[in-house]
């Protein structure tokens, strides 16, 4: 009925598929290409190489970790803004977007000035022995800062459009604050808190920018994935560039595909709650 | 032609205002720590070029990882002119055919201009009392250079340190990689260039000692502060020889070789080997090296040929993956 | 004692709340900006006015203002084409074809540079004809501009897609049934229902044109003057050990930053229950 009564389909999907073809598919088909031009034995050497493992574990481990703080910070922080008034509140929702908005070069750049041995924040931490820059903390923060914004920003809407009175009703019903938020709202709000988490997860695996500045770059202690495909290429490694590349998108799939089943998973968990 | 004549018309007029007054654009592909190098000699050949010819020449500049910008250049940087950190890395650009593989030999002193070394820089006062390479691996020294996989300058410090403990006395391979694997023990932030190697020593603190090119150490001194940093030459050191080159598929395909092979042939002139040693290289005539003797330490070093066979041999040796620097570097 | 902590007054509890907010957001978002433009500013207003009237740095803003004058209108297009679609039929693979509008947000900025040098790089697909025919794509403004349609491809969609599902096509279809043409419905009745949707997608998939470092890093060649954007600029700076240049620069585009910031906030509080009506990401 719908497709009949409203115009635009052939075109809308013509367009969309051609320029999604042009723009992303062509050039991740060339990726794969180029990364099979590896023998099975070679690839098997290069992604099971100890130091590829090991940058291969901090870029996804690091990028789950800063997905999880920034699920937990994001969520306190939507909370906060949507919920409470308090002077400064209008500048903190603007300021949300900056790690958007920033260059991940300047990021990385003003991160390292805060955090190095000599920077701002870097001293005070190093009187108690902790080491921020140059070291794998350094890259969770980094990660944390590039996909803060995702969970704010997906939890908000929803949060708004939370009826009060399903609260309020279990609150009458004698109900204890946290035991409402732990049984009423974080069942309805975990659907939208896992696209956030998804959504800064995928980010901050492919980070390059703003990690090289802060990690310190040792090899399989603060190296990222993504800087080893820019080793490669600096040997003129293309194929070697390319199956690193084609390995880290098919594992970012692979976890988004994951995140999405949850997801399906607490959408059915979250509907007795309504 | 008679398919086009508009085109051919257009392309003749354009040819005719070109041969009154001939605009020439070069494009040199260079790596990180040239670029005030290369400010002062552009302007230099481009006022001497004038003189000479009455044409305006502009020279524009990309500057980063000398490994890169080879890279770039066989991806379709339409460089007229490479002035890379390392031979290997125009050996790589001519065995994709963009120049003939015996370039190193169209101009003199193996098509290097210009010399470094590397050296340390300390911090004021050398607290740590960093005089000679074995200092360096003593507990508690912490060594900043940059990794040699995507840096050239690295690739000399790494070469240096290995020189040095093969041709002292008693020394062998063995006790080359021993000492290497532990020098690297000691770095404890390893950058992707040299200029971030500097600027995490001096900039963020880290770090007790510096190896870096003679040029960049004296540079950072000059523009960091003199009174913060103090320059060690250690007692052997490698003879970084920097090569530069036409590339002669884009430079023809340009119609710039004329202007491309009289700008290299100026740094060897004596307006350029006195910029060479106003911005700190080592000159490589006898007359410019003797005016800035006083500007550098006094270091003995070794060449690459003599120690390693040249760079194919080194690259191979020691930073294809999986060869030594793989197999000792940090976190193996 | 203990017995009556649940009953703590409520104003501090929250207070407590807001406090750990408020004192995350100061870390993490106003210290990194606070450190751009007091570093910008260290060696005086002049001198940073100085540095930022540079040619090379004129040069830099222009190309960048040129490369998100291109990318932003083509991502425009394509992001309510795609919403269109997506939101307003049902077709088989449609759940495939919105994870591959998402797909550039999951790859690595040096993947999505390097994609495009294997394209139409001297030894790419393309790079043999391309050179036989004088064309130059990688190492030049259309390689750039390639590079950052790239990375910032979701960012329209994204935003209208949610948005349009949620408002539903009756009034579309009212429009079509009264006899009004395909592009009159979407001019009179499609684009005033998401124009402010629309408008803050544009505006952030254009900060983060002006912002993109890893990918165009890869294809630009560094060409100082011609093939430099503002964030290649930033690192040039830094690496020519002209700190005070470089976050000059930085400032510039956290200016530019901020100033995306504040018109979008102007329009939620004076649009707000329209705005509001978004809700974001797909759920």
Known sequence: MRRRILPGFGLGLGYTLAYLGLVVLLPLAALAWKASGLGAAELWRLLAAPRTLAALKLSFGGALLAASVNALAGLLVAWVLVRYRFPGRRLFDALIDLPFALPTAVAGIALTTLYAPNGWLGGWLGTFGIKVAYTPLGVLLAMVFVGFPFVVRTLQPVLESLERDVEEAAESLGARRRQVFVRVILPLLLPTLLTGFALALARAVGEYGSVIFIAGNLPSYSEIAPLLIVQKLEQFDYAGAAALGTAMLLASFALLLAVTLLQRWSHRWAEPAR | MKKYPVLFALAAALAATAAAAKDVTLLNVSYDPTRELYRDVNKAFAAQWKAQHGDDVTIEMSHGGSGKQARSVTDGLPADVVTLALAWDIDAIADRGYLPKDWQQRLPQHASPYTSTIVFLVRKGNPKGIRDWPDLIRPGVQVITPNPKTSGGARWNFLAAWGYALKRPGGDEAKARAYVHELFRHVPVLDTGARGATNTFVQRGVGDVLLAWENEALLAQQELGKDSFEIVAPSLSILAEPPVAVVDRNADKHGTRAVAEAYLKFLYSPEGQAIVAKRFYRPRSAEAVQRSAAQFPKVATFTIDEVFGGWRQAQAKFFADGAIFDQIGPGS | ?283
Not at chain 3, 107 to 122: E, N, R
Not at chain 3, 192 to 218: D, H, K, Q, T
Request: charged fraction near 15%; charge should be positive; glycine fraction near 10%.
């Open chain 3, 1 to 283: 004692m203990s017995a009556r902590r649940p009953d703590l007054p409520l104003r501090l509890r929250r207070g407590a709340l807001v406090l750990a907010a408020v004192g995350f957001m100061a870390l993490f978002l106003l210290l990194p900006l606070a450190v751009v433009f007091v570093e910008a500013l260290r060696a005086g207003v002049t001198a940073y006015l100085a540095s930022i009237r540079q040619p090379e740095t004129l040069a830099a803003i222009r190309l960048t203002l040129l490369v998100a004058a291109i990318a932003v209108p083509l991502n425009l297009v394509f992001g309510v084409a795609a919403a269109w679609l997506m939101a307003r039929f049902e077709f088989r693979g449609k759940a495939l074809l919105g994870a591959f509008i998402d797909l550039p947000f999951s790859v690595s900025p040096v993947v999505a540079g390097l994609v495009y040098v294997l394209l139409f790089g001297a030894q790419g697909w393309f790079g043999p004809w391309l050179d036989a025919h004088g064309v130059r794509l990688v190492f030049a403004v259309p390689g750039l501009v390639l590079a950052t349609v790239f990375v910032t491809l979701p960012f329209v969609a994204r935003e209208l897609i949610p948005l349009m599902q949620a408002q539903g096509s009756e009034e579309e279809q009212a429009a079509r049934v009264l006899g009004a043409s395909g592009w009159q419905m979407f001019a009179r009745v499609t684009l005033p229902n998401i124009r402010w949707a629309l408008l803050y997608g544009v505006l952030l998939c254009n900060a983060r044109a002006m912002g993109e470092f890893g990918a165009v890093s890869v294809v630009s060649g560094h060409i100082r003057g011609l093939t430099t954007t503002m964030p290649l600029e930033v690192e040039m700076r830094y690496n020519e050990y002209d700190f005070a240049g470089a976050f000059a620069v930085a400032s510039l585009l956290a200016l530019l930053a901020l100033l995306t910031l504040a018109v979008k906030s102007l329009l939620e509080w004076r649009y707000g229950g329209e705005i509001a009506g978004r809700a974001r990401g797909g759920h």
